[in-house]
């Protein structure tokens, strides 16, 4: 009954259009009503404690480096990069978005801000070029979602934290999945772009990469900055947003000369802004989480999958059925959120390495971020590339599909995750 009451008033509220927080919080308190714990303090005590997390600092620090780095020059230089190594060959342009996805994604660890800084300027030189609009749109889409996995991941922060494991684990053992999404999309649009008749860049000269490599030089160095660091024990994965948010501020003023006083200032409103949705979400899903243990929903969870606890692998194809559904019609912090007070602990009774469920978990929500009707990053690239949602379906359906085909080779593969991450750690 307890899990009947949580969900019947969460998809309730979310159907009257209550957003997603405060929708969290009504199912929390129609639990308390059900097993007569009404106390208006422990909700408010549950909400400050939510956000307080040392952790969660890094959500704002990795958002506003991202912010200074589009308002520095480094996005620019990073695609004019890429455009100097891959401009020339067929299809260009579109191996140029899947670098830059990759490169972007090293940089911010957010899909939307990716997609939105990747497709304002790619989308409409793929257009202008002869590409298939609908097409060139949904492979920028689909090389955003590659940010929530390849670190400095935001999505990995907020589950690390719900769930308690290790975050820098999480962001090593999302190097090879982002990769290897990557160069599915690589292969697909290798394939579907065989018969594109559209323009290419002239072949740069030996000269004019060495040129377009020394102006994104300082933005290619801060993933390795991050992820050297982590390695090598002299930050953390908090820290290491700190570093960027200061390296980024420093490359972009000093070295570049770009950032302005103004330009400071409106890339922390910005910052402020996204901060402030994200940090309530996961304050108001900390007292959902919170009252999910009190009624002992996870238990009653437990029990309904018990003949599957003996299978991991057939538990995990069912657990990532339940996660692309529900992706469908929730955004990805939203289901991970929701999701993960619920799922860990059968994950953790069935023997399954939390680290690497929380890698596929977030991926399957990334997957989700493709998929109508929320599918926040495909509403995205449909505004910049100006297209409806059925147009950029017909482009993204084959990437989409390689991206699930990704999900499964892990599912099916695990020491793909496993191996880099105790390679690291030792």
Excluded at 394 to 414: S, Y
Aim: aromatic share 8%; glycine share 8%.
């Amino acid at each position: 009954m307890t899990i009947t009451i949580f969900v019947g008033s969460l998809l309730g509220a979310m159907a009257l259009g209550i957003p997603i927080a405060f929708a969290l919080m009504i199912s929390a308190v129609c639990l308390m009503l059900y097993l007569g714990m009404l106390d208006s303090q422990i909700v408010a005590q549950t909400l400050v404690n939510g956000a307080d997390s040392v952790s969660l600092m890094a959500i704002p620090f990795f958002i506003l480096a991202g912010e200074l780095m589009n308002a520095g020059g480094i996005s620019k230089r990073i695609i004019d990069f890429a455009i100097s190594i891959v401009g020339h060959v067929r299809g260009g342009l579109g191996y140029v978005a899947i670098m830059t996805a990759v490169l972007f994604a090293c940089l911010s660890g957010s899909a939307v801000a990716d997609t939105a800084a990747v497709g304002s300027i790619l989308i409409p030189m793929m257009t202008q070029a002869g590409y298939n609009p609908s097409r060139s749109a949904g492979l920028v889409a689909a090389g955003g979602i590659i940010a929530p996995i390849i670190p400095p991941s935001i999505p990995f922060i907020i589950f690390g934290v719900a769930s308690g494991v290790s975050i820098t684990k999480l962001f090593i053992g999302g190097i090879v999945p982002g990769l290897m999404m990557a160069f599915g999309l690589a292969i697909v649009w290798w394939y579907v772009s065989r018969k594109e008749q559209s323009a290419v860049y002239p072949r740069k000269s030996a000269k004019e990469m060495i040129q377009a490599t020394k102006h994104a030089f300082w933005g290619l160095l801060l993933p390795v900055i991050i992820l050297g660091g982590m390695k090598g024990g002299i930050f953390t994965a908090t820290e290491a947003a700190a570093v960027a948010v200061f390296y980024a501020w420093f490359v972009g003023t000093v070295i570049y000369r770009q950032i302005r006083l103004k330009d400071l200032y409106d890339a922390l409103v910005a910052a402020s802004k996204t901060t402030s949705v994200v940090m309530f979400l996961i304050a108001a899903s900390m007292v959902a989480s919170w009252m999910i243990t009190v009624a002992n929903i996870p238990s009653s969870i437990t029990e309904v999958v018990a003949p599957l606890m003996d299978d991991p692998l057939l538990l995990l194809l069912m657990i990532n059925l339940l996660v692309l559904i529900v992706g469908t019609a929730m955004d990805l912090t939203p289901t991970i959120l929701v999701l993960t007070p619920v799922l860990m602990p059968i994950v953790e009774k069935a023997g399954i390495d939390p680290v690497y469920f929380g890698i596929l978990f977030i991926l399957n929500n990334a997957i989700g971020l493709l998929t109508p009707p929320v599918g926040t990053v495909l509403n995205v690239a449909c505004g910049i590339g100006k297209i409806s949602m059925d147009d950029i379906m017909k482009g993204v359906w084959p990437f989409l599909l390689v991206q699930v085909v990704v999900l499964i080779l892990l599912i099916v593969f695990p020491s793909l995750v496993t191996v880099p991450i105790e390679w690291f750690t030792h």
